[in-house]
């Protein structure tokens, strides 16, 4: 009798020491924690800066003019090699306000060319002079190439203009007008230019 309860109680105690190894080893996996979300690194939620703080972005300046690209031709060069292909974009600048500007920029990929067209049509610039109507004091006409381009004067009519002298017009600010393309020319760089000079005849 004496060692039936003796082996009784030596099983006992590996029992109960096998429930305290595991009571401690559960607060122990409950406590780990990714050590990249720990710190706000870039494999966290958070993304980007350490820390977690977002990329602040420099505000980008307005630009006071306005910009519409008018006409976009592939050029090919030939050289020795074979073609080499260019761009050439015609843009047209103006606040609306009575400024207005044409430009043509020349370049490898679109992006530069019409970088080169916008600072072309600055240095273009000029103001068109305007009644208290928004629209011209007397008739004009002019010729630029092969493109001769007429504007009248037409109260509460608005802009009837079409091709690239409705695009001139509206970013010179210019309303009330008719204007007419006299030629059968579809060359929009060059109606845009007789537009620029028909407009360069008003005297403020």
């Known amino acids: 009798m004496t060692d039936t309860t003796t082996m009784t109680e030596t099983e006992i105690v590996p029992t109960e020491a096998t429930e305290v190894v595991v009571e401690t080893a559960a607060p122990v996996e409950a406590a780990a924690v990714d050590p990249r979300q720990a710190r706000g690194g870039r494999g966290g ?21 306005e910009q519409a690209t008018l006409e976009v031709r592939r050029v090919a060069r030939v050289m020795a090699g074979g073609r080499r292909f260019s761009f050439s974009v015609t843009v047209v600048i103006g606040d609306k306000k009575g400024r ?18 916008v600072r072309s049509a600055k240095k273009a ?27 009248i004067p037409s109260p509460g009519r608005g802009i009837v203009a079409g091709s690239a002298m409705r695009v001139v017009l509206e970013h010179a600010g210019v309303t ?10 579809k060359n929009k760089l060059t109606i845009a230019r007789a537009t620029i000079a028909a407009l360069k005849q008003l005297k403020g």
């Not at 004091?137 to 504007?151: F, G």
């Open 45 to 65: 939620r958070t993304g980007g800066r350490p820390g977690g703080r977002p990329r602040e972005r420099a505000p980008r300046e307005r630009s006071e003019f």
């Open 125 to 151: 610039l000029f103001t068109v002079p305007l009644t208290k109507d928004r629209s011209i004091a007397h008739e004009v006409h002019a010729k630029y190439s092969s493109s001769t381009v007429e504007i």
């Open 176 to 185: 009330n007008v008719i204007a007419k393309i006299q030629t059968r020319s």
């Open 100 to 117: 207005v500007g044409v430009g043509i920029g020349k370049g490898a990929d679109t992006a530069l060319a019409i970088d080169k067209a």
